[in-house]
């Protein structure tokens, strides 16, 4: 039942966004009670949390593979996954959706936010004047500033206007050089 509910509300989600996700239009979607989802969840707060965890998870498998490979496939990496799944991305980040403190999605953010530091320490090119965490703040901000333009089709836009012949992928390459 759990898995049920969770694939009904990404479904939902990725299809119709943040707005259409209540707690009765994830259930009848998975063809369920109303009241299916609070031994599981709680209430709409505990299943998008539980959501969202899934995505850091996601997220995380997403950056593994190429952790080695530096800064720039790593960021390029976490635009990919925010363009392939713009509904949990976004939902991973609205903080008056989810329960950050919920125990499955701390641990699923922090490992996230562990591989993110792990590739910032492993930079050769750091400047000396940032700390990791200054540095990482200004890629971090990069990358997800790049997503969330993307989602949103500012980065079309762009393209249409002044990337002629590019792709977006072509864009946030070179963005991120």
């Not at 694939?7 to 998975?30: D, P, V």
């Amino acid at each position: 039942m759990r898995a049920a509910l969770l694939n009904s509300a990404r479904h939902l989600l990725e299809e119709q966004g943040i707005a259409a996700l209540g707690l009765r239009a994830i259930t009848r979607h998975a063809g369920v009670s109303s009241a299916a989802a609070t031994p599981h969840f709680g209430n709409l707060t505990g299943l998008l949390s539980a959501l969202a965890g899934m995505g850091y998870e996601e997220l995380a498998a997403t950056l593994s593979p190429v952790l080695e490979k530096g800064v720039h496939a790593t960021g390029m990496a976490y635009v990919r996954f925010a363009i392939l799944n713009p509904g949990l991305f976004t939902l991973m980040f609205r903080s008056d959706a989810i329960d950050r403190s919920t125990p499955a999605l701390a641990l699923a953010s922090s490992r996230t936010s562990a591989m993110l530091t792990q590739v910032i320490e492993g930079m050769q090119e750091r400047q000396a004047s940032h700390t990791c965490a200054g540095t990482r703040a200004a890629l971090w901000g990069r990358v997800h500033g790049l997503a969330v333009l993307a989602i949103d089709g500012f980065l079309d836009r762009l393209l249409a206007s002044e990337g002629v012949g590019m792709s977006l992928e072509e864009l946030v390459e070179d963005a991120l050089r």
